[in-house]
């Protein structure tokens, strides 16, 4: 069962759909409101063209670092990004996340799912706070898309 397995987090966005695109994909702009409230991006390595990858170190507020890589396979501008993400190394089965981008009443909706290789990791997540937190870089999102 699939549902076992995904995190979904939806937002409007007040900005139209190619400013939100322009967010995920400009390399200027994306490391800038990347990640959960109070957390920061250091990029090592950026290519956010399909087929391309971002590597960077998540930082968290008590200074914690987080590796990450999202590798880019899929990009349908301004309506479909897809990437597999994980800690940066080959050792682990990567996370699938996929967000698609809608127009609706004068923004754009987003809706990002991700899924997991288990159950057992996507509860692991949801413990950490991932949907509450995912919640908090969509609202950065939104923010950054309504200053283009």
């Known amino acids: 069962m699939m549902q076992d397995r995904q995190i979904t987090l939806t937002r409007l966005i007040a900005a139209p759909p190619e400013a939100v695109w322009r967010c995920w994909t400009d ?3 994306l490391p800038k409101w990347f990640g959960p409230e109070g957390y920061s991006c250091i990029t090592k390595e950026i290519d956010l063209r399909e087929g391309g990858l971002w590597r960077f170190d998540m930082i968290g507020p ?4 987080w590796p990450n890589r999202h590798r880019y396979t899929l990009s349908e501008p301004p ?12 050792g682990s089965e990567p996370k699938a996340v996929v967000v698609t981008l809608a127009s ?7 809706t990002q799912v991700m899924t997991f290789p288990t159950p057992e990791m996507c509860r692991g997540a949801l413990a950490f706070g991932a949907d ?5 870089t969509l609202a950065k999102l939104d923010a950054a898309a309504q200053r283009l």
């Open 79 to 90: 309506k479909r990004l897809e990437f597999l993400l994980d800690a940066d190394d080959d």
């Open 104 to 110: 609706e009443a004068n923004g754009t909706r987003i």
């Open 132 to 136: 509450r937190l995912g919640q908090t």
């Open 62 to 65: 008590d200074g914690k670092v």
């Open 27 to 29: 390399p200027e702009i």
